[in-house]
């Protein structure tokens, strides 16, 4: 089944029953027959997702398949959370933060490889050298902390530890090694925020402008609403993080402000939107949805 573009919100998920489209979100529907898509099969992924949400793989999910800027199915299945029996529905918004390592951080890298600028075997204290604490650190390559097998504990509270930016950073860099380099995988926040560092160390300037510069305006995604580290948001968990939705068409996002949530991947909970409103190519919000930023 060719699928143009496939939005899983929540990384892998489920669908109570095939929902209207929300008519606020600006992109039509289509049957599947009109773009390609064969019905059944898209049936058979829906009943796929509830029985993983049934089997308790995670609490809820949307899903949303479609091509040529029209929607042949969105759905919404499950609920918010383990602990939040609220049912999920097509405007529920996720977390989607660790993308931004893979599409963001990743791809940052790598081009910095491609110009003989980063090399992946060297150690990490080559290009910082504040990356000090206990254990091997002196052993740890890039290519570990791309791998998640630097031997780095997964997080660490930066947002109760840390009162700037520059002091989370510093915890981060300090933090000591819970396993020897290349011996386990465990995937860590903490490597993805030295990896951030080598970045803007070598680039010389902030990770969101090279991404800006770099990649995003070269997709045609000019403010993919890339933020950069800031107290409190810096690490992983923070108790009140920023919530995104991202609509079908680049270059239209809306972030919102919520209380609560996070992927449906990890198996916690979702927020409720305040129905961020996008128009057109240019990412906008509407001004009556208080406590909205637009990207």
């Known amino acids: 089944m060719r699928v143009g573009f496939a939005a899983l919100v929540g990384a892998l998920l489920?669908?109570?029953?095939?929902?209207?489209?929300?008519?606020s979100a600006g992109v039509p529907?289509?049957?599947?027959?009109?773009?390609?898509?064969?019905?059944t099969?898209?049936?058979?992924?829906?009943?796929?997702?509830?029985?993983?949400?049934?089997?308790?793989?995670?609490?809820?999910?949307?899903?949303?398949?479609g091509r040529h800027g029209r929607v042949a199915l969105l759905a919404a299945v499950g609920r918010y959370g383990t602990d939040d029996a609220r049912p999920v529905d097509p405007g529920t918004l996720y977390d989607l933060a660790s993308l931004t390592k893979v599409v963001g951080l990743t791809t940052a890298c790598m081009q910095l490889v491609d110009e003989g600028r980063l090399a992946l075997d060297a150690p990490v204290r080559r290009y910082l050298p504040e990356f000090q604490g206990g254990g091997d650190k002196e052993r740890v390559t890039v290519r570990h902390l791309l791998t998640h097998s630097s031997g780095l504990p997964a997080w660490r509270p930066l947002y109760r530890e840390a009162g700037s930016r520059a002091a989370a950073l510093a915890l981060a860099d300090?933090?000591?090694?819970?396993?020897?380099?290349?011996?386990?995988?465990?995937?860590?926040?903490?490597?993805?925020?030295?990896?951030m560092q080598i970045v803007?160390?070598?680039?010389?300037?902030?990770?969101?402008?090279?991404?800006?510069?770099?990649?995003?305006?070269?997709?045609?995604?000019?403010?993919?609403?890339?933020?950069r580290p800031r107290p409190g948001g810096t690490g992983s968990r923070p108790p009140r993080p920023t919530r995104r939705s991202a609509t079908a068409r680049c270059g239209e996002r809306c972030t919102t402000k919520t209380r609560g949530a996070s992927a449906a991947s990890r198996g916690t909970r979702a927020s409720s939107p305040t129905r961020p409103t996008c128009h057109?190519?240019?990412?906008?919000?509407?001004?009556?949805?208080?406590?909205?930023r637009c990207s």
Do not use: H, K, M, N
Not at 41 to 65: E, N
Not at 280 to 292: D, E, H, L, M, Y
């Open 14 to 23: 489920a669908c109570r029953a095939s929902a209207p489209f929300p008519a």
């Open 29 to 39: 529907a289509a049957s599947p027959a009109a773009l390609g898509f064969d019905s």
């Open 41 to 65: 099969r898209l049936a058979g992924v829906v009943d796929y997702l509830r029985g993983q949400v049934d089997s308790g793989a995670f609490p809820g999910a949307v899903l949303a398949v």
């Open 174 to 195: 300090t933090t000591p090694l819970a396993t020897a380099p290349g011996e386990r995988f465990v995937y860590s926040d903490l490597g993805a925020i030295v990896l």
């Open 200 to 227: 803007e160390r070598i680039s010389g300037e902030p990770l969101d402008r090279w991404l800006a510069r770099r990649v995003f305006g070269r997709w045609a995604c000019p403010r993919p609403g890339t933020d």
């Open 280 to 292: 057109g190519s240019q990412p906008c919000c509407s001004p009556a949805a208080r406590g909205t």
